[in-house]
């Protein structure tokens, strides 16, 4: 168990429909990252938050959208969504106590999506 | 910004046997590089990770070696065993807000 959770486990629903992915970091992590991961693919970097900031976005979508909120959860919104969007949506968290410091990213088990 | 390839995409090795897979990164300001195992079902856990400044790390079957000159970095299994079976993901990232690059995996198949 990494500390860090996800909700829902599975979530299924239908084209032009709109999800909120949720994501509660470790006790203690500042920093919350999402990623999507395709069938048979790699892990896509989607968007990083810092302690409520948005610090560094990656191939997100615009239909997507996601933010950190003072008790340091993550949601994360797909919108319009279509049948590509179908995937496990992972979160991560990690520590940077100072900036320029490399941490491990814990990663939660994951939210399957899957659009009808 | 980062490319990570990964090779092989899929792996079949005899169990005792090592297993080797490879990456290679394209920016020279990547400092740190996570392999991660993913097993079915499961996110991704971090299982060893190197620093720009160190050429080869151990942790007891598992090595990690890098080399900065020809931006590539390699995972090395040795006396697998089935649970090792997984998906091994590397990775590279750069700067103090760590955007990491993920490459495309590697399938593990350890064969009792």
């Known amino acids: 168990d990494s500390g860090v959770t996800q909700t829902p486990k599975h979530l299924i629903t239908a084209t032009g429909q709109r999800v909120t992915l949720r994501c509660s970091p470790r006790s203690g992590d500042l920093s919350v990252y999402w990623y999507q991961q395709s069938l048979d693919q790699g892990l896509q970097f989607l968007i990083q938050?810092?302690?409520?900031?948005?610090?560094a976005k990656g191939n997100i979508l615009e239909r997507f959208s996601a933010q950190q909120f003072p008790d340091l959860h993550s949601e994360l919104n797909l919108s319009s969504l279509e049948l590509g969007d179908s995937a496990l949506y992972f979160c991560?968290?990690?520590?940077?106590?100072?900036?320029?410091?490399?941490?491990?990213?814990?990663f939660g088990p994951g939210t399957r999506l899957t659009v009808l | 910004g980062e490319n990570v390839e990964q090779h092989p995409s899929t792996l079949s090795v005899q169990e005792g046997d090592s297993a080797v897979i490879k990456c290679t990164y394209s920016d020279s300001a990547s400092n740190y590089f996570p392999w991660y195992k993913q097993e079915l079902g499961k996110g991704p856990q971090l299982i060893i990770d190197i620093r720009s400044n160190v050429g080869e790390k151990k942790d007891q079957r598992i090595a990690v070696t890098l080399n900065k000159t020809a931006k590539h970095f390699s995972l090395h299994i040795t006396e697998t065993q089935p649970e090792d079976s997984a998906v091994y993901f590397c990775?590279?990232?750069?700067?103090?807000?760590?955007?990491?690059?993920f490459g495309t995996g590697t399938k593990l198949q350890v064969i009792p």
């Open positions: 991560a968290s990690s520590q940077p106590k100072e900036r320029g410091r490399l941490n491990e990213q814990f």
């Open positions: 990775a590279a990232s750069s700067g103090g807000y760590q955007k990491v690059t």
């Open positions: 938050y810092y302690n409520g900031e948005e610090r």
